[in-house]
């Protein structure tokens, strides 16, 4: 079967970075996605990663490491405008090009 | 906007019920996923479909179908509806089924409440 791991909560300040860890278990492997969702809104999408390494997007960087089934989503400068859920999702032969999502990180930014 | 839409927002039934959701993807996107996301099961996939071609199943029950059309638009068939199958439907398309397409473009979803 195929599993995400990622924490179900964090908390940071305006201004602050933080680091929403994500590990995986899975066969066929492609690549890991990162979403955005506010309330009742929809998935957006922030980032992906194929290939071991930092990817750079604004505020946001994204971060795998295939040898570890492991990845990142670093967000810098917090604003409050970034509490919201994010999701780690990863690509894998086992399901066309569909992507299996993790529980969910609840990002709340204070000032 | 994603440029994806989906057809009601909101549902609200009775178990033992039939629904039909609908998603009209993005112009040009061939595929089409549906997601289900509950409270306690996050976000799960369904299924998706390529070019009217069913191309991978995930989680759906055997009450549920799906079927994708000649114009691309799909459906979503819920039946025998029970309380749990209260959730949010989300629909998704991306621009091809290879390696390239691996953004995906959400709908605003369809809230599901079955009574």
């Known amino acids: 079967g195929q599993s995400l791991e990622q924490p179900s909560e964090v908390t940071a300040v305006e201004g602050a970075i933080v680091q929403i860890n994500c590990t995986y278990q899975?066969?066929?492997?492609?690549?890991l996605s990162w979403y955005q969702q506010h309330d009742g809104g929809a998935p957006t999408f922030l980032s992906y990663?194929?290939?071991?390494g930092l990817e750079e997007t604004g505020r946001f960087s994204s971060f795998l490491s295939r040898s570890d089934s492991y990845g990142y989503l670093l967000l810098q400068e917090l604003q409050m405008k970034d509490s919201a859920s994010y999701f780690c999702a990863v690509r894998t032969n086992q399901a066309g090009t569909a992507l299996i999502f993790g529980k969910g990180t609840t990002l709340s930014v204070s000032s | 906007d994603s440029g994806v839409t989906q057809t009601p927002k909101h549902l609200i039934t009775a178990t033992g019920q039939r629904v039909t959701l609908r998603c009209s993807p993005r112009s040009g996107d061939l595929s089409v996923y549906w997601y289900q996301q509950s409270l306690d099961q996050g976000l799960q996939f369904l299924i998706q479909?390529?070019?009217?071609?069913?191309?991978a199943k995930g989680n759906i029950l055997e009450r549920f179908s799906a079927q994708q059309f000649p114009d691309l638009h799909s459906e979503l068939n819920l039946s025998s509806l029970e309380l749990g199958d209260s959730a949010l439907y989300f629909c998704?398309?991306?621009?091809?089924?290879?390696?390239?397409?691996?953004?995906?473009?959400f709908g605003p979803g369809t809230r599901l409440t079955v009574l």
């Open positions: 479909y390529y070019n009217g071609e069913e191309r």
């Open positions: 998704a398309s991306s621009g091809t089924s290879g390696g390239a397409g691996y953004e995906q473009f």
């Open positions: 990663n194929a290939l071991d």
């Open positions: 899975t066969s066929g492997f492609y690549g």
